[in-house]
């Protein structure tokens, strides 16, 4: 599949209310928007169409099946608006299982696959182990803009799963994210926002990978998403980069700059693999 030179992507920051319905309608509306700006590949957030409800250890929120309603709404947005959608995640139940699920479309909105989030976090306003068992497998998605690794929000923490993506033959990460400041948490380790965006731009450039991260906005009951979305080139340029309001922000980017960067840095080619053994135990 030959791939254009350049492509542009959206990224829709979304704040969500307790109104399912709603949030979805709203989905669509800024997808569409993306889409009349020229973006050709667009991600959602974490948890798009619902509040952040792993704030509390128990909730009555109920997962879905995957197809279901959620995926057949934006499979039709995906191909009414011929593009490329990650569709951000959602709650997800398999059998005795529920995962933490982003679903991947082409432009014709067909289901190329889906991603579960491997790394699950369980600190306090971030209750996640008590919803979502971790997935067991990394995926790339070839379309027909370029090749997509899709990694999930705490995934964003860990090197390895972006290398692996990378080494998989992936041209850029998308990290659909729900973070933000808890409220009564005094993070004396430092700026959250700032070592968040920090580790990102550190994968692009050991990887001279893209990286796009859609963060949700807006206060939820003891939590403040902060937003700040981004996409940074594979050297980490940061090309843009959102505010803490709700927006639709599209920019252009040039997935060859990686086999140049690559070329010149050999951050992949002068690896030692056989030194890595540890990193299995």
Partial sequence: MTKPPSVKLGLV?????????????????????AAKKGAQIICLPELFNSLYFPQQEKSRRVAEMIPGPTTSILSSAAKENKVVLVAGS????????????SVVFDDNGKILGKYRKVHVPNDPSFYEQSYFAPGKKYKVFKTKYGNIGVLICFDQWYPEPARILKLMGADIIFYPTAIGWVNGIDPVEGDWHEAWEGVQRGHAISNSISVAAVNRVGTEK????????????????????????????????????????????????????????????
């Fill in 13 to 33: 920051q979304m704040s969500m209310s307790n109104d399912t319905g709603k949030n979805l309608k709203k989905a669509e509306h800024m997808i569409a928007l």
């Fill in 90 to 101: 959602i709650y997800e139940t398999k059998g005795r299982k529920s995962y933490n699920t």
């Fill in 222 to 281: 003891g939590m403040k998403f902060w937003g700040g979305s981004f996409l940074c080139d594979q050297f980490g340029t940061i090309l843009t980069r959102a505010n803490d309001l709700e927006q639709v922000i599209v920019t252009t980017c040039d997935f060859s700059l990686g086999e140049k960067i690559e070329k010149g840095w050999g951050f992949l080619r002068n690896r030692k693999p056989g030194t890595y053994s540890k990193l299995l135990k």
